[in-house]
């Protein structure tokens, strides 16, 4: 179990305020825009940076003050961070080696990860020969192959194109029995991953809880952030937005999904995020009907 209590931090521009938040053996994802000093507070947590005020505490032990090596974190950076000299079987099992573990479980537990994870055929290889995604693979197998008390990703697909990036959460969705935080500004990967979710803006964690939080934002702030339309004080996500035959607002652009189209809408003072299978150009104007209505608290 982690536990971060009333964590702050000041580094470069940016400002942790007072984060608090508490994960058992689940998934969670902290999502937020980039900027938002989502990767300050995972390398607080990891211990690569030595926190202002507040406790981090991990499986009962308070590892604040504890240098990274002491505190049995698995940490994948987002530039993977791999060893360029060594091929990738020696990358996964270089930190059981620090460990001066014996040569037959080191090779025992390296191939162990690399099936797990679908990588037994690259342990030969240099890693400067491998795509970004297998590159992920290993220095994911390189974290998970100590059995670290909890796993932090750092922004782990960003650098992927969207086929490898959806292979790599695949790989991710069979991590089971230890805490995960995953940190991204992608909604997608909240969505599919989370078991838990954190909103984080401006150094905040401003909503935590399940996932349901990604379907009803308690405040305008959420709201905007993933994406709904905010009236007055309510919350309208884009599926939500039904579009008939009306004079009520005037279509402003039209982005095309193939079988769905996003269509932006000016009503009243309000610009009107919606999804449609309609033929609809800039310019026409539209009918539209609200439901689901969200109220928010703020």
Not at 85 to 104: C, F, P, Q, W
Not at 215 to 226: I, S, Y
């Amino acid at each position: 179990m982690l536990k971060v209590c009333n964590l702050s931090k000041i580094w470069k521009d940016f400002k942790l305020k007072n984060v608090s938040f508490e994960i058992g053996n689940e998934y969670c994802v902290i999502l937020g825009p980039s900027g938002a000093g989502k990767s300050v507070l995972i390398k607080c947590i990891a211990g690569i940076l030595k926190v202002d005020s507040g406790r981090i505490i991990l499986n009962g032990r308070d590892i604040t003050n504890l240098p990274p090596e002491k505190r049995n974190v698995g940490y994948v950076p987002q530039n993977y961070a791999l060893f360029p000299n060594k091929n990738a079987y020696k990358n996964i099992a270089y930190g059981l080696i620090i460990r001066k573990v014996d040569k037959l479980e080191i090779d025992r537990k390296v191939k162990e990860i690399a099936e797990f994870l679908n990588i037994s055929h690259l342990l030969d290889r240099d890693v400067k020969t491998l795509s970004g995604g297998e590159q992920q693979r290993v220095s994911l197998a390189r974290a998970l192959v100590l059995n670290p008390s909890i796993l932090l990703l750092d922004e782990p697909t960003s650098a992927l194109d969207i086929r490898i990036k959806e292979s790599i959460i695949s790989e991710l969705k069979k991590i089971k029995d230890i805490p995960v935080l995953h940190i991204t500004h992608d909604l997608a990967e909240a969505r599919t991953l989370g078991e838990k979710v954190g909103i984080f803006m401006d150094g905040e964690l401003i909503a935590f809880g399940d996932k349901d939080i990604l379907k009803k934002p308690n405040n305008r702030k959420v709201a905007e952030f993933l994406g709904f339309n905010v009236i007055d004080n309510e919350a309208i996500s884009p599926e939500d937005v039904i579009i008939k035959n009306g004079n009520d607002g005037i279509v402003i652009n039209v982005i095309d999904y193939g079988k769905y189209k996003k269509v932006f809408i000016k009503y009243k003072n309000y610009l009107i995020k919606s999804f449609t299978e309609m033929d609809l150009n800039i310019g026409d104007r539209v009918g539209l009907e609200f439901r689901n209505k969200i109220k928010l608290s703020s």
